[in-house]
């Protein structure tokens, strides 16, 4: 009962911390809203939060757009510079119209850093020369030139490897620099041949000479029915010594009285209490939230597939009201416009596109988890209905005593330090008590 307090607790903190993760799009919509109303501190707040948890690329270039020019226009040109810069970076295409800007001094840093990202990204040519010329130029395991002879390569830090025949390998890391040939002279080592490669160190353990004492005296023979005295003359001669194995000595030897005793057959197995617990099919096996899954005792599976569904169903019911808060404050903001006249018209049709896409996403999402949310229940009872049948099918199976004596002579191993082996005798069969030394 403990567990299944401690499973529930898990999952209601998982549900706090959904609970309170923040609505991205959401922030987005209001850092847009705000820098189009001219507060750009407001919306360079909004916008960098949405920025920190948005992993989509398109999106973060739109927000940094607009942060950047939230940031330009309260006078932080340096933040500016470095989010547009990075804008650009991940779409080399981003296009700014100067109305955008508020500002055209804003128009000519986009247009030098535009230029600037375009001329990195233009392929540099390379030119390694080495000691020979016999060799290639690979980077991350791909030939990508040859020794002696120009290639292209981006501009940046460039990590690549030499590799010569009769030369040991070189690594460097070059600066490739943009609009010009970038050239690089390397001396490299020659393998020496004459040099011996070291010999491996066998270490070989002494011999030790271990005496086995053979002895078949002093050994009462057993009463037991069916189990006569080993005689004399059964007496096994020990198997052919292998080459690094010690040799094996089987004596045959009656078996003591307890040890048979304990190694009685048992009949069937007992089953514990904990094996017991029946699982069944009912209607709680059909339930979501892990119903089937407690009721079957998989209490941690139960927590898990139980947190999952209501955190399905939680993102689901934030994605609508986030959704209805996008649409109502969209619809707001552009009757506010279009009365007042205070915003461009494209602006207004940007804002709309923007809301609408938003919506949009929201819309996919939510049917994303009702899809997940029922993947999760159909699991959930797949999973309970399987156990259920497979406990009921290895609860039949019985566990009967042994029919041989090789069996019986395996309890009665486990119960000795030492090794019993059966052999045929007169009467029945004789127990041989085995010495294995190894080394």
Known sequence: MNGFKYHILIMIIALAQVVSQPAD???LAIGVSKYKKGDFRG?????VKALKNERKRSTQVRILKFLAISRYMQGKKDLARKNL???????PNLRVRKKELLDESM??????LKAEVLAAQRPAKVLVKANTNRGFVYRR???VGVLGKPFRSKAGVLDIEIRAKGFERKSLRLNVYPKEENVYVVRLSKIDKNSKPKQPVLIIPEE????????TRNFSSSPRPGIAPASSQSV?????QAQGYSSQVAVPVPAPQDQIERAQPSGRRQVSSSSRHSKKINILTFFPFGVGQFQNGDNLLGAALGGGQIATLVAYALSVQEADDLYAEASETINRA????SLDPDLVREYRDNAQTLIKAEEDKQVVLLTGFGVLWVGGITQAILAASYSSSSSSVSNHSPSSPFALTNQIARETPLQWTILPGKKGFDLALHYRIRF
């Open 43 to 47: 919306a360079e707040i909004a916008l």
């Open 85 to 91: 810069k990075k804008a650009l970076q991940i779409y």
């Open 107 to 112: 128009y000519d840093m986009y247009k030098e």
């Open 141 to 143: 395991g791909k030939r």
């Open 25 to 27: 799009g959401r922030t």
């Open 338 to 341: 279009n009365q007042e006249g």
């Open 208 to 215: 030790k000479d271990l005496a086995v004492e053979e002895s």
């Open 236 to 240: 096994l001669a020990p198997a052919p």
